[in-house]
Structures are given as C-alpha cells and as structure tokens.
C-alpha cells in the first residue's frame, strides 16, 4: 500500500497553512457509504464515545472519513483545525481535539523561548474552539534541548497559567499529549506519565488534562490499565495504536485493547477513545475495514 502523504509533523504544519484539498470519494464513486446496502449502519452500545484521527486516514478525503465514521458509528474525527470543521457540521461530527495552535511537537510549553508565540495563538485558538462548540485543544510540551525535568515542568506552567484563566472561561479543555521519546519523539519532555501528572497537579485546573496516548505509553513505561485505573483523573483524552509498529489493534500486536478499554469505561471516563493507528494492509478498502473491526473491539 502506498504510504500516506502526512504524518503528524506535516499535518501540524499544514494546519497553519490551509485546508486539505477535497477531491471525489475514490472508493465510493460518487455516493454515501449510508446510501450502500451491502453496509449495515453500526449501533454501538455507547459506553465508549468513539473517534478516528484525522491524519492516520489521510488516504481518504475528509468528506469520505466523514461519510465513513457516519456509517460506523463514529461521533467525532480527532485532529482537525478550524478550516476543517464546517465539514464535521455537515455530517453532525464532533471535533474531538482541535488543533492549529501549537508551534510543532519540538517547540512546545517546556522552553520559555516559544512562550511569546504560544500565548499569542493559544488565546486565538481557545476562542475559535469555544466559538466552534468544541472543547479539547491540543498542546505539547516541546523538547528538552538539554534542559532537566524539573526546570521543564517550571516553564510550561509558567506559560500554561497565563492562558488556562481564558480556557476556564471558554469552557476549553487544553490536552497534552504523552508521547515516547524511545522511538518516535527523542528528547520529548512529556514522555511518561508521572510528568505530566506532576504539570496537572501544579496548574491545578480542570481545564489542563493529558492525552494519555496507549500507543506511546506503552513504549515508554507499560502498566497501563494501572496507570489508568490510579490517575484517570488527570486524563482527559485517549489514542490508539498498536504495539509494535502503531498499526491495526489486532493480533498481531501486543496490547488488549478490549481490557483496556474496559478499564477506561469502568472510569466513569465520559470523553473520546480515537483510533489513531497507521493502517498496514494492501487496499484502501482492507484498511477501511481495519477501522470497522477496531471500534467494534474497542466498544465494550
């Protein structure tokens, strides 16, 4: 299969840039996935609220990953900006984490050297999502660039307080996302979970959580349905992907998903679970079927 155009870098950089261009529906020729009588419309239980990232089906126009998210049952489509959103409206889709406000994975809250350029578009960007009727707002901790732990954690909340007063009144939710720095994000300062739990207790606002990312925590330290069941509190927001080579959550790989999204469930946790895996299979079509059998693993 042709490896996708975007990965989160480009797509973050891109989001500063302009739309993705919208084209006809390759697979579906011109006509709606609920139009096609050889798909039956998914009824999920709705213990877990259901949503696919953006940039991980790249391969399909927006309207396509609309039309197909409608068709299974999905609420909301994670990673998207604001030129973006009046389509997820067509389709009643959620926005379930809004991005175009950061700088890039590298250059986040951690360095006081971004803290000018951060508070400036995060205060935009919190009214846009406030003014769109969304809540979660992405943001990252950057790169350590030498810097010990410590320090790092003293100037994102440094930054972080001089817009969180804005996102409580907005009624906007600032997420952090967990990622490893073994493999995929060397030198990434928000790289376990104990860090960034340590961030939220020092901002001490219910409008600061973590995006607890299944796929990155595993790498970086494991435990999972133990550290989810002990600071659920403090995550507001969960990806997927699977162990090894963050493709389909299948067998082939080392996590259950189904324990581990019952954990969430048994949480009270009343936000997203997004599908955030790199389809590996031969056709745009197996792939789309890799999202079908996800959600209906992960809806427990």
């Known amino acids: 299969m042709k490896r996708y155009s975007l990965d989160r870098r480009s797509l973050l950089r891109h989001s500063m840039?302009?739309?993705?261009?919208?084209?006809?529906l390759p697979y579906l020729g011109g006509r709606s996935l609920a139009d096609d009588t050889s798909h039956q419309r998914r009824v999920l239980k709705g213990n877990i609220h259901h949503s696919v990232a953006r940039w991980?089906?790249?391969?399909?126009?927006?309207?396509?990953?609309?039309?197909?998210?409608?068709?299974?049952?999905?609420?909301?489509?994670?990673?998207?900006?604001?030129?973006?959103?009046?389509?997820?409206?067509?389709?009643?889709?959620?926005?379930?984490?809004?991005?175009?406000?950061?700088?890039s994975l590298e250059d986040g809250w951690g360095d006081t050297r971004f803290h000018p350029a951060l508070i400036e578009r995060y205060r935009q960007y919190?009214?846009?999502?406030?003014?769109?009727?969304?809540?979660?707002?992405?943001?990252?901790?950057?790169?350590?660039?030498g810097m010990d732990p410590e320090q790092g954690l003293q100037n994102a909340e440094a930054g972080l307080k001089q817009v969180l007063a804005q996102a409580e009144a907005k009624g906007v939710v600032l997420q952090m996302e967990l990622f490893n720095s073994k493999i995929d994000h060397p030198d990434y300062l928000c790289d376990n979970s104990t860090w960034g739990i340590e961030l939220s207790r020092r901002l001490g606002s219910p409008n600061f959580k973590l995006l607890y990312d299944i796929y990155h925590m595993q790498i970086s330290e494991g435990d999972v349905i133990r550290t989810i069941r002990d600071h659920h509190r403090f995550f507001g927001h969960y990806h997927t992907a699977?162990?090894?080579?963050?493709?389909?959550?299948?067998?082939?790989?080392?996590?259950?998903?189904?324990?581990?999204?019952?954990?969430?469930?048994?949480?009270?946790?009343?936000?997203?679970?997004?599908?955030?895996?790199?389809?590996?299979r031969a056709s745009q079509e197996e792939s789309i079927e890799s999202l079908r059998a996800a959600i209906a693993l992960c809806d427990v």
Not at 130 to 145: D, E, V, W
Not at 247 to 267: F, G, K, M, S, V
């Open 126 to 145: 919190i009214d846009l999502v406030s003014q769109a009727g969304y809540t979660n707002l992405i943001c990252f901790s950057g790169n350590a660039r």
């Open 17 to 24: 840039t302009g739309a993705l261009g919208l084209t006809a």
């Open 56 to 103: 991980t089906f790249d391969f399909l126009p927006l309207e396509g990953l609309c039309q197909l998210s409608t068709e299974l049952g999905i609420k909301a489509i994670d990673l998207v900006g604001p030129e973006e959103w009046p389509i997820l409206k067509r389709y009643g889709l959620d926005a379930s984490m809004c991005h175009g406000a950061e700088l």
């Open 242 to 280: 699977g162990v090894p080579g963050r493709h389909e959550i299948d067998a082939t790989q080392e996590l259950n998903y189904p324990a581990i999204c019952r954990a969430i469930r048994d949480t009270g946790f009343n936000g997203y679970i997004a599908q955030e895996f790199i389809p590996d």
